[in-house]
């Protein structure tokens, strides 16, 4: 499977390929050797690695949750090399007591790198935001 030529077009693919819990897709995205660092600070490397991760996260967790693109920004460090900051949110999480679970909100830290007009995920941190602002200093 050919990839996006550009960063960008790899950050929309992430988000369709996620609202369709597709893990085998999703992980395709990322460099067979990869880091991946969740809101929690679950580390996981490995493309592998990555689809075994995300598919029990779509079998619970996520089961039944939207991923939302809010922003993206782009740096290219080389011309093969670029930093990707994604704001992101994620919706419909299911709650085992039934109540309402509030959305999500964060920032994905990406590091994606391009291998013969391929570009693929290198690393990715994922940073969730507090659900209350911080207290004031």
């Known amino acids: 499977m050919k990839l996006a030529t550009h960063p960008e077009a790899i950050v929309q693919e992430f988000g369709a390929r996620w609202n369709r819990h597709d893990a085998a897709g999703l992980a395709a995205l990322f460099a067979v050797e990869t880091d991946l660092i969740n809101a929690f600070g ?3 490397k490995g493309r592998e690695a990555i689809e075994r991760f995300h598919t029990a996260l779509f079998k619970s967790v996520f089961a039944g949750a ?4 809010e922003a993206t920004a782009i740096r290219f460090i080389r ?3 670029a930093q990707v900051d994604v704001r992101w949110g994620v919706t419909g999480m299911p709650s085992p007591d039934e109540q309402p679970r509030p959305d999500l909100h964060g920032l994905m830290a990406i590091v994606m790198t391009d291998d013969d007009g391929e570009w693929r995920i290198a690393t990715m941190h994922v940073m969730q935001f507090p659900s209350e602002p911080p207290p004031a200093l």
């Open 66 to 69: 939207s991923f939302h693109i």
């Open 42 to 44: 679950v580390a996981v």
């Open 79 to 81: 011309p093969d090399v």
